[in-house]
Each structure stands twice: as C-alpha cells, then as structure tokens.
C-alpha cells in the first residue's frame, strides 16, 4: 500500500467565494455558505483521478496552508474559514473512506493563546470528524512578530492536548507577510528553526509520547548536520545531534533524488514517511525524467540501496505507526 502522509485538499467555487467574502469582510457580518455534495463529489473524484495517475492509496489531506489566513484580522476569520476548510475534508473522507484521511488545519491566530481556537477546534475534529493529526503553524504572525520556538512552553498546550487525543502534528508554515520571503522559503526555514527549539529545549524529555512530523523533508538541517553536530559538542550535550534528530519524523516532499538519499541516510528509514503534497508545488514536469517532480514513487523505488522492507516502512508502515488512528490495529505491517 502507497500513504501519501502530505496532501491538501482540492476546493470547490463555492469555497474560494466563500473565503473571499470572509476575508473582505473580515467576519462581519458572515454567511456560511451551503456546498452542494455534487460540487464536493467532483474535486474529491478530481483528486482520486491524481492519486491514481502515481499509484497513491490513500491520501491525508489537510488545508492549504497559504491559505489559513492566519494572520488576518480578527482571529473570527481563521475561525470560521479553518472549520469550513475541516468540515470539506470530513465530507472527502466521508465519500471515499478508502482513499481519504482527515488532517486538521488549527485556527491559530497571531500569537494568540492556542486554547483560545486552536486547541478546541482539534478537538472537535479528532472527537468529532474522526481525524488522526494536525498541521502546526510555527509562525501563525506570517512574518509580521516574533513568534516563540516551537519549544517555549507556549506550546504546551497543545503538545499535551496532542498526546491525549493520541494524534501527530506535522510541522508546516503557512504563508508570509515578508516581501523577501515566499511562501515556499517560509515553509523551509520555519521547518528549520522548529526542529533546533523543539530539540534544544528538550521537548521530547517533558512529553515523551509527543510525535512530530517535519514537513518538506526537514527544512536545511539534513543539509547541514555537520553545523548542528559540532554545536551539540560545544553545548556539552550527552545525546548526539543525531539520536536527538531521531525523535522526530520526516516526509519525503523534497522533490529531488539526491537530497531523497541525503534524508533517509541522515534521518534513517524508520523516521521517514512517504509525502507528496501533489496536486502542488512539485506539480510541475522535470524534462529529464518526464514525470512531475512530486511524483516522489518512483524516486523511492529507484534507491538501489533500500531494501524491501525499508521501501514499505516509507510507503506504509512508518505511516501506520505514526498516525495509529488512521488505521485498524490488526492491519499487518
């Protein structure tokens, strides 16, 4: 079996005017609008059509994370448009069990307290809607504050409502307010900045059952393991950079053979989960290989060095262990 851990969902219209009518006028007043299942039916069966194109399973879908809206004021439009964005994918999964899981997208707004929205809307999708994770947004300012490290006890909130609920979160930016900085460069440096707080601040020691995926591959630091490795040491640190990089997950959205072998190689293959983020930024055709860049199977399949089980703990198994609501527990792996 082919988990694809990272995609987002496909919207209709209806949403897109929807958002726009949210965002202009801020909350105030609100219509929310009535999506008919036809219209819902059709980008599902529209993403289906993708996933079969690559040989994808089943996908977990959460929002787009440009799109959250994070940072628009007041904190009632990422409100409104999370729990729109959350009901859409709970009726993906709802028509196509099969194929669909649910990730939540979290109403985090500016720097405010996550038990505000954030927490409770997890809630009502992990209790209510059936969902098995979470997207966090390490910077829900978008470029506009200085957001605490994703190992301040701001955080822990949510990390302990994360371990309760038994669900992952995968670390993942959304957009930016900083004319240098696209969105794209925004997800990778968030990505790294996440992964040096969480692991300098001992996070892992306070709640050991915490998991936490670190989208696109993990952002610079399997490039740069040298730096954080020698900083460890002048730290005085008793674990390795590496053993301490172990309690943390990775997806395999890096869209490039060579740093595809530099990941599994520095994280390990039991720490990797098979991502794609397609219908997305790698959407686009290499002309060398003649397949889309975020056609990531055949990447993993072309690594002589993985052996066979190593190929289906990145394909599935990994994925299975991580997320343990996404699946019955007396599947084999």
Same mark, same amino acid.
């Given at each position: 079996?082919?988990?694809?851990?990272?995609?987002?969902?496909?919207?209709?219209?209806?949403?897109?005017?929807?958002?726009?009518?949210?965002?202009?006028?801020?909350?105030?007043?609100?219509?929310?609008?009535?999506?008919?299942? /036809?219209?819902?039916?059709?980008?599902?069966?529209?993403?289906?059509?993708?996933?079969?194109?690559?040989?994808?399973?089943?996908?977990?879908?959460?929002? @787009?994370?440009?799109?959250?809206?994070?940072?628009?004021?007041?904190?009632?439009?990422?409100?409104?448009?999370?729990?729109?964005?959350?009901?859409?994918?709970?009726?993906?999964?709802?028509?196509?069990?099969?194929?669909?899981?649910?990730? /939540?997208?979290?109403?985090?707004?500016?720097?405010? +307290?996550?038990?505000? @929205? +954030?927490?409770?809307?997890?809630?009502?999708?992990?209790?209510?809607?059936?969902?098995? =994770?979470?997207?966090?947004?390490?910077? #829900?300012?978008?470029?506009? =504050?200085?957001?605490?490290?994703?190992?301040?006890?701001?955080?822990?909130?949510?990390?302990? +409502?994360?371990?309760?609920?038994?669900?992952?979160?995968?670390?993942?930016? #959304?957009?930016?307010?900083?004319?240098?900085?696209?969105?794209?460069?925004?997800?990778?440096?968030?990505?790294?900045?996440?992964?040096?707080?969480?692991?300098?601040?001992?996070?892992?020691?306070?709640?050991?059952?915490?998991?936490?995926?670190? +989208?696109?591959?993990?952002?610079?630091?399997?490039?740069?393991?040298?730096?954080?490795?020698?900083?460890?040491?002048?730290?005085?640190?008793?674990?390795?950079?590496?053993?301490?990089?172990?309690?943390?997950?990775?997806?395999?959205?890096?869209?490039?053979?060579? /740093?595809?072998?530099?990941?599994?190689?520095?994280?390990?293959?039991?720490?990797?989960?098979? =991502?794609?983020?397609?219908?997305?930024?790698?959407?686009?055709?290499?002309?060398?290989?003649?397949?889309?860049?975020?056609?990531?199977?055949?990447?993993?399949? =072309?690594?002589?060095?993985?052996?066979?089980?190593?190929?289906?703990?990145?394909?599935?198994?990994?994925?299975?262990?991580?997320?343990?609501?996404?699946? @019955?527990?007396?599947?084999?792996?």
């Amino acid at each position: 079996m082919i988990i694809d851990s990272h995609a987002h969902i496909h919207m209709p219209p209806e949403s897109f005017r929807f958002m726009a009518e949210l965002v202009g006028g801020r909350a105030n007043p609100y219509t929310l609008p009535k999506i008919p299942e /036809a219209s819902i039916r059709k980008v599902a069966e529209d993403q289906i059509r993708i996933m079969d194109s690559v040989g994808t399973d089943i996908q977990f879908i959460s929002p @787009r994370p440009y799109l959250q809206l994070h940072s628009v004021k007041p904190g009632k439009v990422t409100e409104l448009w999370s729990q729109h964005c959350n009901g859409l994918i709970a009726e993906f999964v709802k028509l196509f069990p099969d194929r669909f899981r649910g990730v /939540a997208g979290l109403p985090q707004f500016m720097d405010e +307290a996550l038990d505000v @929205r +954030a927490i409770p809307e997890l809630r009502r999708c992990v209790n209510e809607l059936g969902f098995v =994770g979470c997207l966090i947004n390490p910077d #829900a300012t978008e470029g506009l =504050g200085d957001p605490p490290g994703m190992g301040d006890p701001y955080w822990h909130p949510l990390y302990q +409502a994360m371990v309760e609920l038994d669900v992952p979160g995968l670390i993942h930016s #959304a957009s930016s307010c900083s004319e240098r900085e696209s969105y794209t460069l925004k997800f990778l440096n968030e990505e790294t900045i996440s992964i040096v707080s969480l692991l300098g601040a001992k996070t892992f020691d306070t709640f050991p059952d915490l998991k936490i995926v670190v +989208a696109h591959g993990g952002g610079a630091i399997p490039y740069q393991m040298g730096r954080f490795r020698s900083w460890n040491v002048r730290k005085g640190e008793k674990e390795t950079f590496d053993e301490q990089l172990k309690k943390l997950y990775f997806d395999t959205c890096n869209y490039s053979s060579e /740093a595809m072998e530099l990941l599994l190689k520095v994280a390990g293959t039991d720490n990797v989960l098979f =991502g794609t983020e397609k219908p997305g930024t790698g959407s686009a055709r290499d002309p060398l290989t003649g397949r889309d860049y975020d056609d990531m199977k055949p990447v993993i399949e =072309g690594i002589g060095w993985l052996t066979e089980e190593q190929k289906k703990n990145i394909f599935e198994c990994n994925c299975r262990r991580v997320y343990p609501r996404a699946f @019955r527990k007396d599947e084999d792996c």
